[in-house]
């Protein structure tokens, strides 16, 4: 139903326990603990209370980098339990913000030794952008075994405090510096000229919205691409298709949510959203959308080119845990990044993506596509 897929399991239905999320606990295999001697790759900061927060480490011996998963070929079920076993310590920043600051600058994982004020606690919440965290624990106290690693662009661009966030992340994102160590930065309070701890979920979003405006403003100056073509790709059962037409910027994204699906219930959702060159609201879609929106407009830069792009989302019940927006994104690059298939007409590429999503229920929600087949381009008049 609409609303399982607008609640993502915040209790909305007022059931004891979201039966969807059930299947998580499930995989729960960890037996509470008081202390933790190990690596901390990452940080996280809660968004409750804001902008008065608490943060803490991500605690694991495991990567907690998407990017990697993808290339260990872990699947949903390794995945699911790795997060499941995975601490989130959390605390007062003005205790632990020095702390999180240098696991965030640090390209390799820092040692830690945390103590909790009591055995940490199966806590786990979904809101569809962060990946999930098996256990949380007050952090009584928490000491750093070594210093951070700091790339040298992160280095220059962290150092630098007359520069705004924005740009910060552009450099950075200029750099080679990929949005997930981006995105812990800015969490971290490591960017902008007034710096200061942003919730992580937010950050994430901030992140992929501010690096592909970045990137927009670059594509305009390209010319259109030469034809039009059609991307697919898939990741854990979220299927990617992406149409990209000659002409200038111009996005939209439609999602499904497949009966039976994580958040689709007994019955099918479509959501869609759209924009120009700039984006007004934030998306129904939420953070896939700009997740989504990157991963085009990083092959559009790569390929030098500006396009038109439709681009549909279909999400089976094979996605049986929400693991964050890095799905979307990592399915998007997946498929900007395999060979596509070449049409000669808006129709056809339409009937392509028809054949590869299996549904044609989407095409109705499209407001680009009718558009496209009535809008007459200037060299037509030549």
């Given at each position: 139903?609409?609303?399982?897929?607008?609640?993502?399991?915040?209790?909305?239905?007022?059931?004891?326990?979201?039966?969807?999320?059930?299947?998580?606990?499930?995989?729960?295999?960890?037996?509470?603990?008081?202390?933790?001697?190990?690596?901390?790759?990452?940080?996280?900061?809660?968004?409750?209370?804001?902008?008065?927060?608490?943060?803490?480490?991500?605690l694991t011996s495991d990567t907690d980098n998407p990017p990697d998963w993808i290339r260990n070929n872990l699947g949903m079920e390794e995945i699911v339990n790795l997060r499941a076993r995975t601490i989130r310590g959390?605390?007062?920043?003005?205790?632990?913000?020095?702390?999180?600051?240098?696991?965030?600058?640090?390209?390799?994982?820092?040692?830690?030794?945390?103590?909790?004020?009591?055995?940490?606690?199966?806590?786990?919440?979904?809101?569809?952008?962060?990946?999930?965290?098996?256990?949380?624990?007050?952090?009584?106290?928490?000491?750093?075994?070594?210093?951070?690693?700091?790339?040298?662009?992160?280095?220059?661009?962290?150092?630098?405090?007359?520069?705004?966030?924005?740009?910060?992340?552009?450099?950075?994102?200029?750099?080679?510096?990929?949005?997930?160590?981006?995105?812990?930065?800015?969490?971290?309070?490591?960017?902008?000229?007034?710096?200061?701890?942003?919730?992580?979920?937010?950050?994430?979003?901030?992140?992929?919205?501010?690096?592909?405006?970045?990137?927009?403003?670059?594509?305009?100056?390209?010319?259109?691409?030469?034809?039009?073509?059609?991307?697919?790709?898939?990741?854990?059962?979220?299927?990617?298709?992406?149409?990209?037409?000659?002409?200038?910027?111009?996005?939209?994204?439609?999602?499904?949510?497949?009966?039976?699906?994580?958040?689709?219930?007994?019955?099918?959702?479509?959501?869609?959203?759209?924009?120009?060159?700039?984006?007004?609201?934030?998306?129904?879609?939420?953070?896939?959308?700009?997740?989504?929106?990157?991963?085009?407009?990083?092959?559009?830069?790569?390929?030098?080119?500006?396009?038109?792009?439709?681009?549909?989302?279909?999400?089976?019940?094979?996605?049986?845990?929400?693991?964050?927006?890095?799905?979307?994104?990592?399915?998007?690059?997946?498929?900007?990044?395999?060979?596509?298939?070449?049409?000669?007409?808006?129709?056809?590429?339409?009937?392509?993506?028809?054949?590869?999503?299996?549904?044609?229920?989407?095409?109705?929600?499209?407001?680009?596509?009718?558009?496209?087949?009535?809008?007459?381009?200037?060299?037509?008049?030549?």
């Amino acid at each position: 139903m609409m609303r399982c897929a607008e609640c993502k399991g915040k209790g909305m239905c007022g059931l004891p326990r979201c039966p969807i999320i059930s299947r998580f606990h499930a995989q729960v295999a960890v037996k509470p603990q008081s202390s933790y001697q190990g690596s901390s790759p990452s940080v996280f900061i809660g968004s409750y209370g804001y902008p008065d927060v608490r943060g803490g480490p991500l605690l694991t011996s495991d990567t907690d980098n998407p990017p990697d998963w993808i290339r260990n070929n872990l699947g949903m079920e390794e995945i699911v339990n790795l997060r499941a076993r995975t601490i989130r310590g959390s605390a007062g920043l003005h205790a632990v913000g020095g702390s999180l600051q240098e696991i965030a600058l640090s390209v390799k994982p820092l040692d830690v030794d945390v103590y909790f004020e009591k055995p940490v606690a199966f806590s786990l919440n979904f809101d569809g952008t962060v990946a999930p965290v098996g256990f949380t624990g007050a952090v009584k106290k928490m000491d750093l075994l070594g210093s951070a690693t700091v790339g040298r662009v992160v280095d220059r661009v962290t150092s630098d405090t007359d520069i705004g966030a924005t740009d910060a992340a552009l450099a950075l994102s200029t750099g080679g510096v990929d949005v997930y160590q981006i995105s812990k930065l800015m969490t971290a309070g490591l960017l902008g000229k007034r710096r200061t701890f942003v919730p992580t979920r937010w950050a994430i979003t901030a992140v992929d919205d501010t690096v592909s405006t970045g990137l927009k403003k670059e594509i305009a100056r390209f010319p259109p691409v030469d034809g039009i073509s059609v991307f697919s790709g898939e990741l854990f059962g979220n299927r990617i298709v992406c149409i990209l037409l000659p002409g200038d910027w111009r996005y939209e994204m439609i999602e499904i949510w497949q009966e039976q699906s994580l958040w689709g219930g007994p019955g099918e959702v479509i959501v869609q959203d759209r924009e120009g060159m700039k984006k007004s609201g934030y998306s129904p879609i939420s953070g896939a959308y700009y997740s989504a929106r990157l991963a085009v407009l990083e092959h559009l830069m790569f390929i030098r080119r500006c396009a038109r792009v439709i681009l549909v989302r279909s999400t089976s019940g094979e996605y049986w845990a929400p693991l964050g927006t890095w799905v979307v994104r990592e399915a998007a690059r997946k498929a900007m990044a395999a060979p596509p298939v070449r049409c000669e007409s808006l129709e056809e590429a339409v009937r392509h993506a028809v054949a590869i999503t299996g549904s044609d229920r989407w095409v109705p929600h499209s407001t680009l596509i009718p558009e496209l087949k009535t809008q007459r381009t200037l060299g037509q008049f030549w």
